[in-house]
């Protein structure tokens, strides 16, 4: 049976072709649209008769990476992850998500010079935070810079997940929401803000108070 494409438009005014059954399966904000616009269900619907499809709010770059998860996941079985014992086990490695996810994820990480990061974070005392003076935070530039640097590296990606709950493309959300939770998975709160580029913007009194009144106890509990 022949493959049947239609054509998208990014909001950049660009095109790009997907399969119309990855379309319908996974961009569901979007064929939920098209569905009240004709009845895809019927055999003799004309979906050229469709075209152009209405534009997508998204950039081109955003789109491509859409399009890219939505047919992949047409053609290959979802994979299933890790039972809850075994996840127990890991101490290291990626969880709940598989090598193709991990590969996706990582090629849309932009280029980054980790050796100059390394080096800004030694410059601001190996601390993700400003300095107060009275009510004032003070961001050192070297670790503005270290921020610019992360937001860079993270940006399509960031950038995609957006686009995905735009357009409910739920595996995709989860996919991204699953790989920053691996990032982020056994560090300290120092750790996932050099991680992830963040300032903490407490002041250190405020941060120790907070660390002291949260739960830690976080293993899973049967029902």
Same mark, same amino acid.
């Given at each position: 049976?022949?493959?049947?494409?239609?054509? !998208?438009?990014?909001?950049?005014?660009?095109?790009?072709?997907?399969?119309?059954?990855?379309?319908? @399966?996974?961009?569901?904000?979007?064929?939920?649209?098209?569905?009240?616009?004709?009845?895809?269900?019927?055999?003799?619907?004309?979906?050229?008769? !469709?075209?152009?499809?209405?534009?997508?709010?998204?950039?081109?770059?955003?789109?491509? @990476?859409?399009?890219?998860?939505?047919?992949?996941?047409?053609?290959?079985?979802?994979?299933?992850?890790?039972?809850?014992?075994? @996840?127990?086990?890991?101490?290291?490695?990626?969880?709940?998500?598989?090598?193709?996810?991990?590969?996706?994820?990582?090629?849309?990480?932009?280029?980054?010079?980790?050796?100059?990061?390394?080096?800004?974070?030694?410059?601001?005392?190996?601390?993700?935070?400003?300095?107060?003076?009275?009510?004032?935070?003070?961001?050192?530039?070297?670790?503005?810079?270290?921020?610019?640097?992360?937001?860079?590296?993270?940006?399509?990606?960031? @950038?995609?997940?957006?686009?995905?709950?735009?357009?409910?493309?739920?595996?995709?959300?989860?996919?991204?929401?699953?790989?920053?939770?691996?990032?982020?998975?056994?560090?300290?709160?120092?750790?996932?803000?050099?991680?992830?580029?963040?300032?903490?913007?407490?002041?250190?009194?405020?941060?120790?108070?907070?660390?002291?009144?949260?739960?830690?106890?976080?293993?899973?509990?049967?029902?």
């Amino acid at each position: 049976m022949a493959i049947v494409k239609v054509t !998208l438009t990014s909001e950049n005014d660009e095109t790009r072709e997907i399969e119309f059954d990855a379309l319908m @399966q996974h961009i569901t904000g979007y064929s939920d649209m098209l569905e009240g616009i004709a009845d895809l269900n019927d055999k003799e619907c004309d979906l050229s008769s !469709l075209e152009p499809l209405p534009k997508m709010h998204v950039v081109t770059s955003i789109l491509e @990476q859409i399009i890219s998860y939505s047919e992949f996941h047409i053609h290959n079985m979802e994979v299933e992850p890790d039972d809850k014992e075994t @996840q127990r086990k890991k101490k290291d490695g990626w969880h709940w998500l598989s090598e193709w996810d991990i590969k996706f994820c990582d090629d849309m990480r932009d280029k980054f010079d980790q050796e100059k990061y390394d080096e800004l974070y030694s410059k601001i005392g190996s601390s993700m935070t400003g300095t107060w003076e009275g009510e004032n935070m003070i961001i050192d530039p070297n670790l503005q810079e270290m921020v610019d640097m992360r937001g860079t590296e993270l940006h399509l990606l960031c @950038q995609t997940l957006e686009g995905a709950n735009k357009y409910d493309v739920k595996g995709l959300m989860l996919l991204i929401a699953r790989y920053f939770a691996n990032i982020i998975y056994g560090k300290t709160p120092e750790e996932i803000r050099y991680a992830l580029g963040i300032i903490g913007d407490f002041k250190k009194e405020e941060e120790e108070e907070i660390l002291k009144n949260i739960d830690w106890n976080c293993e899973e509990k049967d029902d």
